[in-house]
């Protein structure tokens, strides 16, 4: 007796018609843009200051991207703070590069918000 067991080669397999094809089109599309809506909903969590306001995913890009140059420019203050104390700081900074891209972003920033 044969038994009832699915096929393994793909070839086996009965072809999907279009319309099946369409709707798993449609079913991975769908969990792509909730994927990334909880993405963007877990980063609004943690951004300080998003609480609250509508969720533009424009707006939420921007503001963690001002959050974290705030966070680079703090850390570079604790690094200074902590090697003026005479701590070994080594492990802990980061590139110039990095230190100044972040640094002349925010001002910019603080220019164009007081204009």
């Known amino acids: ?10 070839a086996d397999r009965p072809r999907l018609t279009e319309a ?5 089109h449609i079913r991975s599309e769908q969990k792509r843009r909730e994927a990334i809506r909880e993405g963007f909903d877990r980063l609004a969590s943690i951004v300080p200051g998003m609480e609250g306001q509508g969720r ?3 707006v939420v890009l921007e503001a ?3 959050y974290m140059r705030e966070q680079v420019v703090e850390r570079e ?3 200074t703070e902590a090697r003026a104390q005479g701590k070994d700081t080594a492990a802990y900074e980061l590139s110039k590069e990095t ?13 164009e918000g007081s204009q």
């Open 20 to 24: 099946q094809k369409k709707e798993n």
């Open 56 to 58: 533009s995913e424009a």
């Open 64 to 66: 963690t991207i001002k």
């Open 1 to 10: 007796m044969a038994s009832a067991s699915p096929p393994t080669n793909a």
């Open 77 to 79: 203050r604790l690094i």
């Open 99 to 111: 230190i100044d891209a972040c640094t002349s972003q925010l001002k910019r920033n603080q220019q």
